[in-house]
């Protein structure tokens, strides 16, 4: 196995990779920005290196310098978590010229699937549903004309976007004009591709996922993510199953997604997403990574999929077979996100009070802490709040526990959001599409949300206020304290006084940095 993995990413998902990677007993390196000075990951690795200013093209988007410590660092292999370089296909190919493992499919394979026209058409290749739509629209006459023959509405996208960007909904010849030269912009700025095509538009459709493991010798998937809760084309909840799948379902369409796969060779974790419109499924896109949904699969079928992407990365395989695999209970992710819950408009500023929510069935993954200042140069997410129970309405009631608990103050979340959401009356009953939030008007209720959960806040600024300079001492002599122990135990066991005393200083460090003392 891999002695040392370099993560190239930041924040919650470079420190969920690090705890398979403790786990599995590998030593683990941390890149950050001169922005992440004071983040979590980069104390929680086993070494860490500053990469630059924080502006992402001068750090995380910086292929040089993370290829330079990869080899600085000995590490054998790169794990890009998601965002970032992790659908870089030039990336992975440096990688392999430098004698470094990509922790992710071929590069090749991610080149074709990163242009979603290209996607398109080897998907039908595989023989896989394909939403109506064009190849690449070369002319705004050449749009018109094909907007014409499949009928408004229509998506005018950007071949190789992602995250929403690029994406226009068109309703009429009028909007024509502006969306296609607004996509193309928008490709060639964010992408560096201004390559455009056209898609036939499903009002209120379901965005179904399907979970895939690949390795040299076969293809699996790991059940269906229901994704439809989302704004500005961006997702927000994720749940699995999906509340309107049976088995039956679930056995058709994986069987389509593991097939679509397997045309293009794909090896490592990643996604087949689809819209479902009118009982059909339809294919979208491929996600060729880790998805941040990830963790909904994670709880329901108890595979941890880091680690299944780091044993096939190294040539181990998957370790299990698809009729391993079993769906037990449900799972509902909320991202939580630092941005005002009405306007969706992102925030940054420096946390001041946290306490995450605990108990039977909650999982949090974050890379935040109380003192920690969320920097304005990265996508706002502070955290995944992920919950399982074993029926869907169990798990929503968890949720609502949890949102309840979570206390984040000194910057605005989107928490207020995800609490009206869990107790709207059509969510519970799993009536879910993509234009949810805006139709239930999610964030006009959030207002009333805000009240109800004034009094706890009000309660716990008590305790933080009461304990806070006492807790600042107390960590001091913790820190101390446990220095003190390592050096008087290590002068019992010759030859290891030095390598211990250092583990008691680094100790005392990290507490420093996180706790500001």
């Known amino acids: 196995m891999f002695r040392k993995i370099l993560i190239a990413n930041r924040g919650e998902i470079a420190v969920r990779v690090m705890r398979s990677c403790k786990e599995m007993g590998i030593k683990t390196v941390a890149v950050y920005s001169k922005a992440d000075k004071y983040s979590f990951h980069r104390v929680y690795a086993d070494e860490s290196y500053c990469i630059g200013d924080p502006e992402p093209a001068k750090s995380y988007l910086n292929m040089d310098v993370i290829i330079d410590v990869a080899k600085k660092s000995g590490a054998e292999a790169i794990h890009p978590g998601y965002g970032f370089l992790a659908e870089n296909p030039e990336f992975a190919r440096r990688c392999e010229e430098e004698g470094i493992v990509f922790i992710g499919p071929p590069a090749d394979v991610i080149e074709a699937m990163g242009s979603k026209v290209n996607a398109r058409k080897l998907m039908r290749e595989a023989g896989v549903p394909v939403i109506s739509g064009s190849d690449e629209i070369k002319s705004f006459d050449e749009a018109v004309e094909f907007a014409e023959k499949i009928g408004y509405p229509v998506a005018v996208k950007a071949s190789s976007g992602g995250g929403g960007i690029g994406i226009s909904i068109v309703n009429n010849e009028s909007e024509l004009r502006k969306a296609y030269e607004r996509s193309k912009k928008l490709g060639e700025k964010y992408f560096g591709d201004p390559t455009v095509y056209i ?23 790991l059940g269906e993510r229901e994704c439809s809760i989302q704004r500005r084309h961006q997702k927000l909840i994720e749940e699995s199953p999906s509340p309107i799948f049976n088995e039956e379902m679930r056995e058709k369409y994986g069987k389509i997604a593991v097939k679509g796969a397997k045309h293009i060779g794909y090896k490592s974790a990643g996604t087949m997403e689809f819209l479902y419109h009118e009982g059909e499924l339809y294919f979208l896109e491929m996600n060729t990574r880790l998805q ?49 819950p009405i306007t969706f408009l992102p925030r940054s500023g420096k946390i001041v009070h946290y306490r995450s929510p605990g108990g039977f069935g909650i999982r949090v993954d974050s890379g935040v802490h109380m003192g920690y200042e969320i920097p304005p140069y990265y996508d706002p997410m502070i955290s995944k709040l992920i919950v399982w129970s074993n029926t869907r309405f169990g798990a929503i009631a968890r949720m609502r526990r949890a949102l309840y608990e979570y206390v984040i103050e000194g910057v605005e979340t989107n928490i207020p959001l995800h609490m009206v959401i869990m107790e709207d009356e059509e969510f519970v009953k799993g009536n879910l599409h993509t234009k949810f939030i805006e139709e239930r008007k999610i964030p006009e209720r959030v207002l009333e949300s805000i009240k109800n959960i004034r009094n706890l806040k009000t309660r716990l600024d008590e305790i933080f206020r009461g304990g806070r300079e006492e807790n600042r001492k107390n960590l001091v002599a913790a820190a101390v304290s446990a220095v003190m122990t390592y050096i008087q135990s290590e002068k019992k066991a010759q030859g290891l006084i030095q390598e211990r005393t250092n583990s008691g200083w680094k100790m005392f460090y990290r507490l420093r940095q996180l706790g500001r003392i």
């Open 292 to 340: 941040v949904e990830h963790t909904v699969t994670e709880m329901v079928t108890a595979y941890d999929i880091v680690k299944r992407q780091i044993m096939i990365a190294y040539g181990e395989g998957i370790g299990f077979d698809q009729e391993d695999v079993r769906i037990r209970g449900h799972a509902i992710e909320c991202r939580i996100n630092a941005e005002d």
């Open 199 to 221: 898609e036939k538009y499903f009002p209120k459709p379901r965005h179904i996922e399907f979970q895939i493991l690949a390795d040299d010798e076969k293809v699996i998937h």
